[in-house]
């Protein structure tokens, strides 16, 4: 397999009413490609990084409303909240975290009612 | 999600615990950037919530204590914070679960079923006041009549009646809430926003009731009002719900969506990912200008009296929500919003119009009566029985 076609598998969890912008799926097993940007030649890639991770996520998986989960910069809209294998993203390095094969990245929404 | 981070192989760990030092880190702390282990996290958020009871004097033992419960992340988390820290420290608090029915299809229905299996979780009785029954109008009912503006005026009106009236029905002395500080700091916001400063004075409070020295002309009862949660940030609510995997509700109300607490809630994300103490730094805002507003004697307000139709606590001679509720009833909807002196004398022109005569002999006599009480002056439970009469005015 040559670099451009390799992926990771990774399981994205949505919770919060997030879900709600994914047709309803808490879970899903997505293969992401494991270097961005797609159209850059082999050399100009990086390793897959978060931040690829959720615009790659906004173009290929969010069914609804892309306003909101993207937010500025690239990130997600503030007030979502993100794990990455269990653990505030904030502590990994947030959106310049890289991804693993096998990882889980977890999008929960605190924007809904108490 | 079983196991997936079990089974890699383990590393060197990474990110300790800022207290235990021996177990990898989950959650950096909003309000101080600490980093800590799921179990030193709940146990220092639980420990915070338990402070701020015992600090604030929130209970007395024996109290009889309603949670005001919607099924969402909120009050589903300080139903079982309350339930834990009451068998934890033994305040000996009599807790009920106390839910108002607005009566929207596909969004309370779903989020009282929740409540309900909260209630059984967590061992705890419950009832459930609605709109259709307190005022013969549900929120389907008003939107269908009024359309989806304003809407949210006689939710908000509604409910703090249904929540004393429901708290009145389970006698109790407290309500509790799960208003934590990112809804303060919004609402503090807001009401700078909107010049409200009798509602900027009280959205700070942590506890109150009208015996207190703010008497800010707002419509409420003498059941005392707390929000154990005003230090607790939102994120660490939703972690707390997430890592104790509690079950609750998370759909936007459907008659909602755009409200202007939206507006203010983003603006203070964004504010916050500049400045992390931003929440706090808020909070204290409104509580340094409450404190110069009640220091301010010409912002005084009006005394308290009772509503001459309900006999809810109300600064008027009619409560707001049975003025919202003749507008209903009379199919001029308008006449309870905006100005309020403005919709008052409205209202009173179309009493003249219609021939009815004033209340204002009557509410002067209630006024007297209840003056000098020191008894739960809103609705008492004889008055319930007139709920029934009470939003379908016969004379209309």
């Known amino acids: 397999m040559s670099q451009s076609d390799a992926t990771l598998r990774i399981e994205l969890q949505f919770s919060g009413g997030m879900e709600l912008l994914f047709d309803n799926q808490k879970t899903i097993h997505a293969k992401v490609p494991a270097s961005f940007p797609l159209d850059g030649s082999a050399e100009n890639r990086h390793a897959a990084t978060i931040r690829d991770l959720i615009s790659w996520t906004a173009s290929n998986l969010l069914k609804e409303r892309p306003e909101l989960f993207i937010g500025a910069d690239g990130s997600v809209r503030s007030g979502i909240l993100v794990l990455v294998n269990g653990a505030d993203w904030e502590l990994e390095g947030e959106l310049e975290y890289e991804l693993e094969d096998r990882d889980e990245i977890v999008f929960i929404s605190t924007l809904h009612g108490g | ?396």
């Open chain 2, 1 to 396: 999600m079983p196991g997936a981070t079990d089974t890699k192989p383990t590393k060197p760990l990474k990110n300790p615990c800022n207290l235990c030092q021996s177990v990898r880190a989950i959650l950096k702390r909003p309000k101080t950037g600490q980093q800590l282990c799921k179990e030193c996290f709940f146990h220092v958020f639980e420990t915070e919530i338990h402070n701020t009871i015992v600090d604030n004097k929130l209970f007395n033992k024996g109290d009889r204590v309603a949670i005001g419960a919607s099924g969402g992340k909120d009050s589903t988390v300080l139903a079982y914070v309350m339930k834990l820290l009451n068998d934890r420290y033994s305040y000996e608090l009599d807790l009920v679960l106390l839910s108002i029915d607005e009566g929207i299809t596909g969004y309370r229905d779903d989020s009282l079923e929740t409540v309900k299996r909260n209630r059984d979780q967590y061992q705890i009785p419950l009832l459930i006041v609605s709109y259709k029954d307190l005022y013969g109008w549900s929120m389907d009912d008003i939107v269908k009549e009024i359309g989806r503006k304003n809407n949210c005026t006689f939710c908000g009106v509604f409910r703090r009646q249904a929540l004393d009236r429901g708290a009145i029905m389970l006698n109790v002395d407290h309500i509790v809430t799960g208003h934590n500080a990112d809804d303060i700091a919004e609402t503090v916001l807001m009401n700078i926003l909107r010049g409200d400063l009798p509602r900027l004075q009280r959205c700070t409070s942590i506890i109150t009731n009208d015996t207190s020295e703010d008497s800010s002309g707002i419509e409420t009862s003498k059941i005392l009002r707390s929000k154990p949660f005003k230090y607790t940030y939102e994120k660490e609510i939703v972690m707390y719900a997430y890592f104790k995997k509690l079950d609750y509700f998370s759909t936007e109300c459907i008659y909602s969506p755009n409200a202007y607490r939206g507006h203010a809630r983003i603006f203070l994300k964004d504010l916050e990912a500049v400045r992390r103490t931003a929440i706090v730094d808020i909070i204290h805002s409104g509580e340094a200008l409450s404190a110069s507003v009640q220091a301010n004697e010409s912002t005084k307000l009006p005394t308290m009296a009772n509503c001459t139709r309900c006999g809810y606590i109300s600064s008027n001679e009619l409560c707001k929500a049975c003025l919202l509720l003749e507008g209903l009833n009379k199919g001029l909807p308008q006449l309870g919003i905006g100005h309020t002196t403005k919709i008052r004398r409205m209202h009173e022109a179309a009493n003249l119009a219609s021939g009815l005569s004033s209340p204002a002999s009557l509410s002067s006599a209630v006024a007297d009566g209840s003056a000098g009480e020191k008894v739960k002056v809103v609705t008492h439970i004889k008055d319930l029985g007139q709920l029934e009469t009470m939003p379908t005015l016969a004379s209309v």
